[in-house]
């Protein structure tokens, strides 16, 4: 069976890592399978959705390294959706209610107080056309629920009717259908709920393998009925675990916790990002996964944890300074240029600091150390200034190399009696301004004999 799998956010806000862990799944489930990639925007919510952020959500996904064979706007299908509600309805398996909220309320409180499960009673199905009439006449609109097949012949006695599937992520799952209340799929409004326009996509648009969050795992027993009954084979499902912050919070969109604009506008690497989002909450260990090809190598959707992957946002550095710290010149040249880091001496220095930096970006300030020297002339004891006086009479002639450093520093051990750190932080004092940073027998032939005297206290 071919592989087709969608990514189908909502564009009300932002999306953020734990968005991008159900993208991720879905974009290398279709890698490993030679599958196809849909992104379908659920904007049928016409006054919350908005394009900018449909448009962020697509940059998003780019940076990530996800790209989508298919893009589709629900909100430019309503006519495929009303069609299939006229289907529903002719086939009886559509039907109109009343209800406020209130009732709804009220009615469920009464059923728990009897220890009855919460599920809507059917009460609409017992309306007279006179009842339907008064409701209409009082100007009130119905919402419309799907009727569930929990039944044999008598719709108010439902019974154990289990759903089975052998999900992609947690193996072998069942829900009764008694259980559940019939969903409503239109309000009274007459606006879509998520769950028809879904199903009705997915049949459309030839989805073999839905995987998203474990919070919908209840909602797939409706759905698979909703696929039979619009007489259609209901897909594969995977249900995988979802991200929560350290302290246990659900991500939201509409906070932007942990957005991936957010991310990529601080530095981080987009496969620190996709590397943490994906092995986070499965068997398979966190680490910085340098491509996308090595990340599918990886994936294993039946390898994730059945229970929330808590995770702290420090993990991200850290993985983003593995990254930057293997980083090959090649991979970062045009960004290392942007930064107007160029020339004969980018590709030796962005060797020599890489190992020094947390982000791409913290190499600018370094290149302007090599290029200019300390912001900030040090301030020495007597006894140190002296020392350095020796030390660049002292600096080898020219050409230099890497064993530079280590012959003048030997030259300096022997005449000075100076070793340690004693010997060492004058002279990175000096030349750079600061106690810690990359190796100075890499720094050295950068600077240059001449850079390096310009640098004499």
């Known amino acids: 069976m071919s592989v087709t799998v969608r990514f189908a956010p909502s564009p009300t806000g932002h999306i953020h890592i734990g968005n991008a862990r159900t993208a991720l799944f879905n974009w290398l489930y279709a890698q490993k399978h030679g599958g196809r990639f849909i992104l379908r925007f659920d904007d049928t919510d016409v006054a919350r959705s908005k394009a900018e952020y449909a448009d962020q959500i697509q940059l998003d996904l780019h940076w990530l390294g996800v790209h989508p064979d298919v893009t589709v706007h629900q909100s430019a299908r309503f006519a495929t959706y009303d069609a299939a509600v006229e289907r529903l309805k002719a086939a009886g398996l559509l039907y109109p209610c009343w209800e406020t909220a209130e009732e709804l309320e009220r009615k469920r409180k009464i059923r728990l107080s009897r220890r009855l499960p919460p599920v809507y009673g059917r009460e609409a199905l017992k309306l007279t056309a006179a009842e339907k009439a008064t409701y209409e006449a009082e100007g009130r609109k119905p919402h419309w629920r799907f009727l569930l097949p929990n039944f044999t012949g008598d719709p108010f006695a439902p019974a154990r009717t289990e759903i089975h599937w052998d999900d992609v992520v947690r193996g072998p799952q069942t829900v009764d259908l008694a259980s559940m ?28 393998h839905v995987i998203r969050g474990d919070d919908h795992v209840t909602n797939t027993g409706a759905q698979i009925a909703l696929f039979k ?29 942990l957005s991936i604009l957010s991310l990529a506008e601080d530095g981080i690497e987009s496969m620190a990002v996709a590397s943490l989002a994906v092995l986070i909450g499965t068997s398979e260990s966190v ?31 850290t993985l983003n300074r593995a990254l930057v710290h293997a980083m090959p010149f090649a991979d970062v040249a045009a960004r290392l240029a942007a930064l107007g880091i160029e020339g004969d001496k980018a590709e030796p220095f962005w060797l020599a600091v890489r190992g020094n930096l947390e982000r791409v970006a913290d190499a ?49 051990k022997e005449t000075t ?9 004058p002279l990175r004092l000096a030349l750079t301004g600061r106690e810690e940073g990359p190796e100075l027998a890499d720094l050295l032939p950068l600077l240059g004999r001449e850079g390096t005297l310009a640098r004499r206290p």
Request: glycine share 8%; aromatic share 10%.
């Open 229 to 257: 009954a619009l007489g259609a084979k209901p897909p594969a499902f995977g249900h995988h675990n979802l991200l929560t912050t350290v302290s246990g919070e659900g991500l939201s969109k509409r906070t932007g916790t």
């Open 287 to 317: 680490s910085a996964v340098a491509s996308m090809e090595e990340l599918a190598a990886l994936f294993d959707p039946a390898a994730t944890s059945k229970s929330a992957a808590k995770f702290d946002p420090a993990e991200l550095m």
């Open 364 to 412: 600018a300030p370094w290149w302007r150390i090599v290029r200019d020297g300390p912001q900030e002339r040090p301030a020495f004891s007597p006894e140190d200034a002296a020392f350095l006086d020796a030390a660049f009479d002292a600096l080898p002639p020219e050409p230099w190399d890497h064993e530079t450093w280590k012959l003048w520093t030997g030259r300096l």
């Open 417 to 425: 009696g100076r070793k340690g750190r004693a010997l060492f932080m």
């Open 181 to 208: 209340s019939d969903p409503v799929l239109v309000r009274e409004d007459g606006s879509y709920l998520y769950t028809l326009p879904s199903v009705v996509d997915d049949i459309e648009l030839g989805v073999s």
